[in-house]
């Protein structure tokens, strides 16, 4: 082989290199990853970060693993969780919600946690949290992302707040999008001293334009 010849092929491995990495292709270090965790791990990795429940297909892809093999690690999962094996429950548990899959603290505890989140929280709410509470209750049900739309901010850690204190819950999911929808909870239409959402104030006469604002009040 001559030196040109070996380097048009060295030339032409770095362009098909380049072409790989283009094209998606999983780099060393997550195949690395991959191959050093093993699937069980990797789903519990990927469900302890999501905001919303990961569907089976959603976590082969993540994974590169098959739909079967992935629903098949998940009821395992479910089964440990519950103590099926060891007899003794963990304080969280996976759920199958809405064609999905994600962590939720076990029922049981749920007073422990409302203590905590009560002993930790401040009693005022933010001036941020505060806005997103006022958008949460004059357009639910709503997503994150609408929120964030109309705040023009992001409202992750306000909504986990709202969520922690028990003034806002989860209402359903946008059908098209699959998205955790959220409305104003009975605890706060009880510091309101209110029945129902239907009593909220009119909107518009609060605002300096009345005409701007929100485009529809929904209740």
């Known amino acids: 082989m001559t030196d040109r010849t070996v380097t048009d092929v060295k030339s032409a491995t770095d362009v098909l290199e380049i072409d790989s990495e283009e094209l998606g292709e999983p780099s060393t270090e997550l195949s690395r ?3 050093a965790h093993s699937l069980a791990q990797q789903l519990e990795a990927l469900l302890i970060v999501a905001d919303e429940p990961l569907s089976a297909v959603t ?27 060891t007899g003794a429950p963990r304080g969280f548990e996976l759920r199958e919600v809405a064609g ?5 603290v ?18 005022k709410l933010s001036q941020a949290a505060l ?4 958008v949460i209750a004059y357009r639910q049900p709503i997503s994150r992302g609408a929120i964030a739309s109309i705040r023009a901010v992001n409202v992750d850690s306000v909504v986990r707040t709202l969520l922690g204190r ?16 959220y ?26 334009d009345g005409s701007e604002g929100f485009d529809h009040e929904q209740f």
Do not use: C, W
């Open 33 to 35: 990853a991959r191959e």
């Open 59 to 85: 976590l082969a892809t993540a994974t590169d693993r098959p739909v079967r093999e992935v629903r098949a690690a998940l009821k395992s999962l479910i089964a440990d969780f519950e103590g099926t094996e």
């Open 100 to 104: 999905g899959y994600r962590f939720y």
């Open 106 to 123: 076990r029922e049981s505890l749920d007073p422990v946690v409302a203590d905590f989140v009560q002993q930790q929280t401040p009693s």
């Open 131 to 134: 806005e997103t509470l006022a």
């Open 166 to 181: 028990g003034l806002i819950t989860e209402v359903g999911q946008d059908a098209e999008t699959t998205a955790t929808l």
């Open 183 to 208: 409305g104003t909870s009975e605890a706060l239409l009880g510091h309101l001293g209110i029945g129902d959402v239907s009593e909220l104030p009119p909107i518009a006469p609060l605002l300096d």
